[in-house]
């Protein structure tokens, strides 16, 4: 990323601005509306709510969403009413969304592929009496609004949650869902909390009653075309809360035959508890060995007949993946990134929180402030890392990201700015210069500080089945 | 939860939860803070077999002590027995002093970081609470370990970065 795409992406633009600072507005007054419960609006929230109906009024969800509002303000909190204006706040970020990777395909020059497909409906639907017991339970959340959130309401997800979980076709919201209540849980009583995530908690809110929907959502997987080809992998971006782990590789596809790179994501995940975190993830993944391999010792992958979604998810079979030559991520960054297609975004799931696009920032200096925050300087533009996002799972550290002269990471956008979240880093270390990596220990940790606190530690997998097996067999 | 920066309600990915610090799980192999209690289960020194199911409650500190049998605790005799300090032991290792504290609602202000610090402020004393419910959360806890891992995206845990490395 060079000095002038910095500017580009920094630098105000009048002709966009304005209406991002004007949907968030909107999303925000929904967003402290839900603070109080729907039960009982003030003059304030009313007012913000049919603003937010306002907005979307031209659109094909304008009807439904007046509609709505119109019902909740009236005090009937039914489940169409709250789904409708769900589905507005999901539009007004949609639109945000799209405009923010606009601009940055803008400033990158990077092509795009559009989005042509509209999937069938699912064929492994969840079970509807699954579905509403979610939707029941988001209702109660409306209703009682995040200050009235107590042990109760957040104990009376527990049975719902069981039966989400215990439905493959429904991971994505089990996960979700399993996410939200453990922050619930862990904040009760919300009453007493001095400040309240409020965006947070509302995108979580939305999302969950969207995906609850009866029929479940439209299931991408039927779409897929069978790719083969050389994968070079960039980096990879770690996701994890209390009981599931996510790693997304993001990687360039050199497709079989002379088609053109394509930029692609493969992600491979896993339920786990709380107490299984930092290195020993890596563990629950090892029925991927080459995708762990290739991340590990940095090579390419040969891939055979890998379903590839039009959302440019790879799914990963690691049967028909073997390892190739060695392949340095910062190389492929230089040479075969800016050439690459990257994917459309699926329609459902456009959200500045998915904004993760792939980028090489060379030649920069770094300024620490005294909250530890890093900013990278280029040209007389900067951009700050986000170093909340350094997980505990790799030798990344915010010592190396300050002391780096290279680093490929993500761009991600949150709360009116642009951050660059680290996947690998090259600094200097005792005159020399070191890599570190987000994969770097996807085969277990190499540095022997690490391994002797791990071994210190035990293998809390090993650990809890030996109780389980105990304990369950009576 | 240290200090909560400018912006933070305006975040989609707002760092909620501290990550958890990784700990021995041979002793006490669960701990958690939920239904209003700091609760898990203590694996017993003498038999493989047994495990006792400790709580403390928050605000008012009632504590309690049983195998998971529902066989009271021999060593709880007005005071919390060893099984409660290893709890609260790991549950500091976990969670960090602060966290437990806040949740127990018990007051730390004059500076307190081990176990037997937050034991000794406790202002309750034993109620016997069924095993039952805290058992079945550790054997619910335990269920996550059988979930067959998966290929296909979430696209929800963009919500969820891993984090850690920085406080
Ligand atoms: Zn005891």
Known sequence: MLATQLAGLTAPDPAVD????????LVGGFDDAFTHGFARLGEQPRAALAALAGAVAVTPLGERVREGVEKIVAGSLADEHLTALAGGRAALLGAVHDALLARLDGVL???????????????????????????????????????????????????????????????????????LAAELRACCPVATMDRLPTRRWADLWSRALLL????????????????????????????????????????????????????????????????????????????????????????????????????????????????????????TARLRLPEAVAPAVPPLDRHPVRLAEPVLLEDYSTTVDDSGGITLELGGNSLPVDVSRLPTCAPLTPESVARSSACLGLLRWDAGR????????QYTVKRATAEAHTGDWALGPTDPKVVKAEAKAGDAVAVLRERAGRLLRR | ?????????????????????????????????????????VSSGSDIERVYVSSVVAGSHAFNCSTNNNRPCGGLRGAPCKHLHALVDEAILQYGVERVARYLRIDVSDGASSGSDLLVRLNGSHEPTPAAVVFSRFLRHLAY???????????????????GAVD
Do not use: Y
């Open chain 1, 109 to 179: 020059g990077r092509s795009r592929a559009s989005w042509a497909v509209a999937g069938p409906a699912d064929p492994a639907t969840p079970p509807d009496n699954v579905l509403a017991g979610c939707r029941s339970w988001l209702r109660e959340l409306a209703i009682a609004g995040w200050r009235g959130v107590d042990h109760d309401l957040v104990a009376a997800s527990a049975q719902t949650l069981d039966a989400v979980l215990a439905a493959p076709s429904s991971r994505r919201l089990a996960v979700l869902l399993d996410g």
């Open chain 1, 418 to 425: 642009w951050r660059l979240q680290p996947l690998a880093v």
């Open chain 2, 145 to 163: 370990l059988e979930v067959p891992g998966s290929t296909e995206p979430l696209p929800e845990l963009h919500w969820f970065p891993a984090t």
């Open chain 1, 18 to 25: 304005p209406g991002i600072e004007e949907a968030l507005d």
């Open chain 1, 212 to 331: 609850a929907q009866p029929g479940g959502w439209p299931v991408a997987t039927a779409t897929a075309t069978a790719v083969s080809g050389r994968l070079l992998p960039l980096g990879a971006d770690v996701h994890e809360h209390g009981t599931a782990i996510q790693i997304q590789v993001h990687a360039v596809l050199e497709p079989a035959g002379d088609a053109a790179p394509r930029l692609v994501r493969t992600s491979v995940s896993a339920a786990k508890v709380e107490t299984i975190t930092g290195p020993a993830v890596w563990r629950l993944l090892a029925d991927h060995p080459v995708l762990l391999g290739a991340l590990a010792k940095r090579h390419a992958v040969e891939i055979t007949d890998l379903p590839l979604l039009p959302s440019g998810d790879l799914l990963w079979r690691d049967d028909q993946a073997r390892p190739d030559a060695p392949a340095d991520p910062f190389a």
């Open chain 2, 1 to 41: 939860m240290g200090t909560i920066e400018v912006g933070w309600e305006r975040r989609s990915a707002a760092r909620v939860l501290p990550a958890v610090q990784p700990r021995k799980l041979a002793k006490v192999p669960f701990v958690e803070l939920a239904d209003g209690r700091l609760q898990g289960v």
